[in-house]
């Protein structure tokens, strides 16, 4: 940032894959400019929020918190757990023989890379 400037050209890209509810025969990109604010002081008068829309802002974030947490409640009183997504025990030992390729490179000893790798990550090589 530059002594005095007061925003930044910013781009905003994507893909589309969906609209109005159906998925896309083709995704589409989009590219887009604006200028990021750079200071609070640069926010011009007509866009400043009024009391009434912080209020408003802050008040939806409360809510936001406080029906994450009620959910979250509800479904740990229901017994209902989040699925834990983790690597496979293929993978594990997949990891573990590359660990151990990339430390005997690195001048360990094939026994010492082998039992460090099956340590780390838990798996018997």
Do not use: C, H, W
């Not at 609209?19 to 083709?26: N, S, T, V």
């Not at 995704?27 to 009024?50: M, T, V, W």
């Not at 594990?92 to 390729?101: D, F, H, P, Q, S």
Request: proline residues 3%.
């Amino acid at each position: 940032m530059t002594e005095g400037q007061t925003y930044e050209t910013t781009t905003v890209e994507g893909t589309i894959e969906n609209a109005f509810g159906r998925k896309l025969d083709k995704p589409l990109n989009y590219k887009g400019e604006y200028r990021k604010l750079l200071s609070f002081d640069a926010i011009p008068d007509n866009e400043r929020l009024s009391e009434k829309d912080i209020l408003g802002v802050v008040n939806e974030a409360r809510k936001a918190n406080a029906r994450q947490k009620a959910m979250a409640e509800s479904l740990e009183d229901a017994g209902i757990k989040k699925p834990v997504v983790g690597p496979s025990a293929e993978g594990l030992i997949e990891a573990a023989r590359v660990m151990v390729k990339t430390l005997v490179a690195t001048g360990k000893s094939e026994s010492d890379a082998i039992q460090l790798a099956e340590t780390m990550l838990g798996v018997k090589l």
